[in-house]
């Protein structure tokens, strides 16, 4: 497969662009993207432990969320594999490009790295949506570095993200119907809920929390209707009303 004219001609003034920063741009945007990777493995892991404290839905999405990006990243692969457009630092004449051009016979589109990001970020965003604003900005940026240091084109990222968060959000939310009882099912157990957390607490008073959907707490027993009442010393008996003696108040003396 031949890369579009106007991708084509966007990666050379990108490419040559970069060509003109400073070194150590260089070096960062070499380095970014995998870098960027390693900051969404621990995300992964935060998001994990954030849900420890959140209904079996929440910690099903948290823990779906690696193998939602893996689902991405097999389409994208697969996806390679079958169109095997050659890069561009190969395919373009006169490329410039910071980073080494990968080997022969690693395509091009869509971009792996591209799809990875986007998906991990996506995933991230469907179990914790108050990380969007930071993971999807870093997502964008690292598939956008991919064509900054000329291994890709425009458009290979721009299909690899398009993959990334399409392909994982759906994926999470199908491997979540299978995680969320499974996650229901390990923490009724001591070693679940270790790793899982207890889920929500429920206040029920001072002192009194318990983890929701734990069995209530007996209430104290009511009378029954018609069950015979102690009294005491001092109650009103039935003699002393036929009799018409005044109720004792209190011990006699």
């Avoid at 996806?79 to 410039?96: D, H, L, M, N, T």
Wanted: glycine share 10%.
């Amino acid at each position: 497969m031949g890369a579009p004219d106007f991708s084509a001609d966007l990666y050379r003034e990108i490419t040559e662009f970069a060509q003109g920063t400073p070194s150590w741009v260089h070096e960062a945007a070499d380095v970014g993207t995998d870098g960027g990777l390693l900051l969404f493995a621990v995300l992964f892991a935060v998001g994990w432990w954030r849900a420890r404290g959140l209904d079996a839905r929440a910690m099903g999405l948290a823990l779906v969320a690696p193998f939602a990006m893996v689902s991405a990243y097999l389409v994208s692969e697969v996806s390679k594999s079958f169109i095997q457009e050659e890069r561009p630092c190969r395919a373009v004449a006169g490329a410039v490009h910071i980073a080494a051009c990968p080997a022969q016979g690693d395509w091009s589109f869509p971009s792996n790295h591209a799809t990875i990001a986007a998906a991990s970020a996506a995933a991230i965003v469907v179990a914790w949506r108050a990380m969007a604003p930071l993971v999807l900005p870093l997502a964008a940026l690292m598939a956008f570095s991919r064509v900054f240091v000329g291994v890709h084109y425009p458009h290979d990222v721009a299909a690899g993200f398009l993959v990334g968060v399409v392909v994982a959000p759906a994926a999470a939310l199908v491997l979540v119907l299978a995680a969320r009882p499974l996650v229901e099912a390990l923490r009724g157990v001591a070693a679940g809920a270790v790793l899982l957390g207890p889920g929500p607490v429920a206040p029920r008073g001072p002192g009194l929390e318990v983890p929701l959907g734990s069995p209530r707490p007996a209430a104290a027993a009511a009378p029954m209707v018609g069950a015979a009442v102690p009294m005491d010393d001092a109650s009103v008996t039935m003699p002393d009303v036929m009799g018409g003696v005044p109720p004792r108040r209190g011990p006699l003396r």
